[in-house]
């Protein structure tokens, strides 16, 4: 299957914007999303972009889509210890399932 | 609203052994999703339901691993026998039918196998 490629780790002062990067290979998603994982728990739903958008706004979180590159990016402004965590970058396929990376673990120093 | 519910959180078995996982979905979303995350990985479609029916279930290792959802909500996913490599966290997630592009997720249920 298509692959969906991310750093693996990041490391920010408490404060800062953090930005986490993905690439993916199937143009034809519709969908791109952003969950993220703490310790022992499910995946949260942060936010997600239609692939007609170039840009996503949700208070701190910003999505930057930038098809022709096949790049999607989420900043975090203001990066707070409790936002360490493992995000996941991941497309909606044809079947409409998920095709993930493998995250990125985002470790926010004070 | 209550989200996703799974059980159990965690399980120890011996390998050949079998085990269950349950899962309730969200109320009102009739497509229902199982999804295996290795350590280190993000997570990888085993099957997909829609109400009652499997839509999509190349992924599932049928060998060992079967799933249903008699009722078009609770599902129950079952492998027999277990093996060592089948540790791992199994995750039931659930969106609006043919709307797949929010999908919510349960905490899951971490599988070790001894």
């Known amino acids: 299957g298509e692959d969906v490629e991310q750093s693996l780790f990041l490391s920010v002062r408490e404060g800062d914007s953090s930005v986490i990067n993905c690439t993916y290979t199937?143009?034809?998603?519709?969908?791109l999303y952003w969950y993220k994982q703490e310790p022992g728990a499910g995946l949260q739903l942060l936010t997600y972009?239609?692939?007609?958008?170039d840009m996503k706004q949700d208070q701190r979180l910003t999505v930057l889509l930038n098809k022709k590159d096949k790049h999607l990016s989420l900043r975090i402004a203001d990066t707070q210890t409790g936002d360490s965590a493992i995000y996941f970058c991941a497309e909606l396929n044809s079947g409409y399932a998920l095709n993930f990376g493998k995250g990125t673990s985002l470790l926010v120093t004070p | 609203e209550a989200g996703v519910v799974q059980s159990p959180r965690y399980k120890i078995i011996e390998k050949k052994q079998p085990v269950a996982f349950w899962c309730n979905p969200i109320?009102?979303?009739?497509?229902l999703y199982w999804y295996l995350q290795n350590l280190g990985q993000g997570p990888e479609l085993l099957i997909r339901y829609e109400n009652e029916e499997a839509v999509d279930d190349s992924q599932l290792p049928k060998d060992r691993f079967s799933a249903e959802r008699l009722k078009g909500v609770d599902s129950t996913l079952k492998i027999q026998p277990a093996e060592l490599g089948d540790s791992a966290v199994y995750l039931c997630a659930s969106s609006l039918t043919g709307v797949g592009y929010e999908q919510y997720f349960g905490p899951g249920t971490r599988l070790t196998v001894t």
């Open positions: 972009i239609f692939s007609n958008m």
């Open positions: 199937d143009s034809s998603s519709t969908y």
């Open positions: 109320s009102g979303h009739n497509t």
